[in-house]
């Protein structure tokens, strides 16, 4: 799937708008670890076990091993959404 300039354009401005942002994951770590809130945000699927890990304070280790795990988790993000985008965009031919 070879996009054009124009479209390769279109998809990062699209995915700049709609892509999870990094200082939000940890404004979310940072004052909502105990609830996960940054695993949910990212839309992790392992995020549910993880509030359930945390109500039983195992979780703890988990969430502060985070803060490092955070940047390849909103990558993972940005690249799922780049494609979708890329995808659309193609379908469509660009215009939008």
Do not use: C
Not at 22 to 45: E, N, P, Q, T
Request: no cysteine.
């Amino acid at each position: 799937m070879a996009l054009s300039t124009e479209q390769q354009i279109l998809v990062e401005a699209r995915l700049a708008n709609e892509g999870k942002s990094m200082v939000l994951a940890y404004v979310f770590w940072f004052f909502l670890f105990f609830f996960s809130a940054h695993r949910f945000y990212l839309g992790d699927k392992a995020a549910p076990i993880q509030l359930i890990l945390n109500i039983l304070v195992i979780g703890l280790i988990w969430t502060l091993i985070d803060v490092f795990l955070i940047p390849g988790m909103v990558e993972k993000s940005r690249a799922e959404a780049r494609q979708r985008i890329a995808l659309e965009v193609s379908v469509m031919g660009g215009n939008s």
